[in-house]
C-alpha cells in the first residue's frame, strides 16, 4: 500500500491541488484498518457531511459490456437507483439493465483498488466518467482515504470538477437525494 500512498501524492502535485484550491492536506495520523465509511467516520472523527464517498457503479446497457461509472459524493447521502436508471433513460437517452456496486475482483482489475481504497486521488479513477454531488461544488473541505484503508486527506471538494469527465462537464446536473 506505501506506493499508493506516493502515487497519491505525485497526483496531487500533478493536479495543483495546493496552487488552485488553496487547500489540502495528507493527516499526518493514520488509523485503524477501515473498508466502509461509517467505520472512517468513526475513526477519523469527522462528520457524515464531511466525508467524501465515491463508489464504483456498473452500469449494463442492453447489448453492451458493462461500463463503470464514478459516484462522488457526501457520506451523508445515498444513491437511488431508480434515479439513476431515469437519469440515464431521460436525460443520457440510454436504456440501461442493470445497477450494481463494482465487485472486489473488478475493482482491483479495472482500478487497482480494494473496498475502502476508492479515492478520486487513483487515476484510474480520476480518468472514469464520474458523477458528482451537487453538494460537493460548494468547496467545502472533505476527508477520503488516500489510496490506503488506514490513511486519509482532507482537500477542497471543488477540486472533483477537474476530473476530465464529469457530468457537470457535460452540464448533466445529477440529483443524488
Not at 133 to 149: E, F, M, Q, Y
Not at 158 to 168: A, E, I, K, Y
Request: hydrophobic share 35%; proline share 2%; with cysteine.
Amino acid at each position: 500500500m506505501k506506493n499508493s500512498i506516493s502515487n497519491s501524492r505525485w497526483f496531487l502535485n500533478e493536479i495543483y491541488l495546493k496552487g488552485k484550491y488553496g487547500y489540502w492536506d495528507e493527516c499526518a495520523s493514520s488509523h485503524f484498518n477501515v473498508d466502509n465509511c461509517v467505520d472512517a467516520l468513526r475513526a477519523r472523527g469527522i462528520k457524515k457531511d464531511e466525508e467524501l464517498k465515491s463508489l464504483v457503479l456498473c452500469i449494463g446497457r442492453r447489448g453492451e459490456v458493462n461500463k463503470y461509472y464514478i459516484f462522488h459524493l457526501l457520506s451523508s447521502e445515498e444513491l437511488d437507483n431508480r434515479l439513476i436508471e431515469n437519469h440515464f433513460k431521460y436525460t443520457r437517452k440510454e436504456k440501461i439493465n442493470k445497477i450494481r456496486l463494482a465487485e472486489p475482483e473488478e475493482l482491483k482489475s479495472a482500478f487497482s483498488a480494494i473496498k475502502g481504497t476508492i479515492t478520486p486521488l487513483n487515476k484510474k479513477i480520476w480518468n472514469t466518467y464520474a458523477f458528482i454531488s451537487p453538494r460537493l461544488i460548494s468547496g467545502k473541505i472533505v476527508s477520503t482515504n488516500d489510496g490506503t484503508v488506514n490513511g486519509w486527506i482532507q482537500f477542497n471538494s471543488r477540486v472533483l470538477l477537474d476530473s476530465p469527465n464529469n457530468n457537470f462537464k457535460d452540464n448533466q446536473i445529477f440529483d443524488f437525494s
